[in-house]
């Protein structure tokens, strides 16, 4: 939704108080969820800043796919999980 529809952080910032759920992953143009979190162009630590400035208490479920990763996918995600601790502690 967001390649070419805008920055994210802004839109997250525009629908403050209308979101229900946050589905976070990373990608670049040739696709999304094929990005570690942070190692993409979604920009997370803004993303996660402005999630956090509008005073967000839902769901916010990784969604990350890796593709075009041959490594170990469970350790991907363990690092992505991490950054997410991180990111709303």
């Given amino acids: 939704m967001f390649f070419g529809a ?8 525009d629908l403050a ?3 229900c759920q946050i589905h976070v992953k990373d990608g670049t143009p040739e696709g999304m969820g094929n990005r570690p ?7 997370f630590p803004e993303c996660a800043e402005a999630i956090r ?21 469970k350790m991907l995600m363990e690092r992505d999980i991490a950054r997410m601790k991180e990111a709303f502690a």
């Avoid at 805008?6 to 910032?13: F, I, T, Y």
């Avoid at 979190?37 to 920009?43: R, T």
């Avoid at 400035?53 to 170990?72: A, C, H, M, S």
């Fill in 6 to 13: 805008g920055e994210p952080r802004d839109m997250l910032r």
């Fill in 53 to 73: 400035e509008t005073g967000y208490q839902g769901w916010i479920v990784l969604e990350n796919e890796y593709k075009g990763f041959r490594r170990d996918h």
């Fill in 17 to 19: 108080g209308r979101i």
């Fill in 37 to 43: 979190l942070g190692a993409g162009h979604g920009n």
